[in-house]
């Protein structure tokens, strides 16, 4: 495999291993109490049997962690 082939590989693996703890961190908190998609803010809407739930302010509080967390091991 040339240079951009394992270069694409280590992003690939980084990436699923990356998933695979999120993953067992939100399964982890699910089994807590945890204020996360339920923060003030995030947007629901419920008309009869029909529910809209959008979470406004967890997105934007996951995209500054991760902002900050890339920042950090980017060095």
């Known amino acids: 495999m040339s240079g951009w082939g394992q270069e694409l590989a280590?992003?690939?693996?980084w990436g699923g291993v990356l998933l695979i703890l999120l993953g067992l961190l939100l399964w982890g908190?699910?089994?807590?109490?945890?204020?996360?998609g339920k923060l003030p803010g995030d947007i629901v809407v419920r008309r009869g049997n029909f529910t809209f739930y959008f979470p406004w302010v967890t997105c934007l509080l996951l995209s500054v962690v991760l902002s900050l967390l890339l920042f950090i091991f980017r060095k």
């Open 10 to 13: 280590r992003v690939l693996i």
């Open 29 to 36: 908190l699910d089994k807590i109490s945890f204020p996360l």
